[in-house]
């Protein structure tokens, strides 16, 4: 099982909908996640942090399922402007700095 | 939030010449660096850690000889290919922490060996 996966999509939805992105990971130490937002051609840029079961910023919501090792990330009301690819990042175990990513999900919202 | 940029933005070198690239941290001190990779489609993938002052740690697979590594200052880190090859061509990034909590990324550079 790969330390993170994800679905690369790419996620096709309109302006305005509702889109999940799911995130597992085979850590079942890992104790903090991020999602970061990277941009086409452009350094990744934290979105959020997920340290317990889950955290709510505005549009963006993150849940975590330690049960059953898994991230999700949910954007309500999408605007163009979501456009970018969300990876999943977890910290190796030993060593908290050491970030692991996902090979990411891009999303494609369209008027 | 912190800032830290990378120099050049983009290089295209000739096969088996050397490359340099700088990252800086402008407005924190970076205790520890670090450096990936990104290929076309690909995740980032950890090349190596530096810690200021003391030799990289490099990850597996990753040939020290060939990206070395050099964290002389707490605001600057440089990456260099020596002897690149096609096959090098890829897009760096730097990230920075100071405090071991939160890692500020740099802009990346976009190497192309030819």
């Known amino acids: 099982r790969k330390e993170v996966e994800q679905d690369p999509g790419p996620f096709n939805v309109p302006e305005g909908a509702t889109v999940a992105f799911n995130c597992t990971y085979s850590n079942s130490a890992s104790q903090s996640f991020f999602w970061y937002r990277q941009d086409c051609r452009k350094e990744p840029k934290l979105l959020m942090s997920v340290y317990s079961s889950g955290n709510e910023d505005g549009r963006f919501t993150a849940q975590l399922n330690r049960a059953s090792q898994y991230i999700s990330l949910l954007i309500r009301d999408s605007k163009l402007s979501d456009s970018a690819t969300y990876l999943c990042v977890v910290p190796r175990s030993l060593g908290f700095q050491k970030l692991v990513f996902g090979t990411g999900t891009r999303l494609l919202v369209s008027p | 939030g912190a800032v830290v940029s990378q120099h050049p933005s983009r290089v295209i070198c000739k096969s088996g010449t050397s490359v340099k690239i700088e990252c800086r941290s402008l407005?924190?001190?970076?205790?520890?660096m670090f450096w990936y990779r990104q290929f076309p489609k690909k995740s980032l993938m950890l090349m190596a850690t530096s810690n200021e002052g003391s030799k990289a740690t490099y990850e597996q697979g990753v040939e020290k000889d060939k990206f070395l590594i050099n964290h002389a200052s707490l605001t600057l880190s440089t990456l260099t290919v020596t002897s690149a090859h096609p096959e090098d061509s890829s897009f760096y990034i730097c990230?920075?922490?100071?405090?071991?909590?939160?890692?500020?990324f740099g802009p990346g550079t976009r190497l192309t060996v030819t």
């Open positions: 407005d924190f001190q970076a205790t520890t």
């Open positions: 990230s920075a922490t100071g405090d071991l909590t939160e890692q500020y």
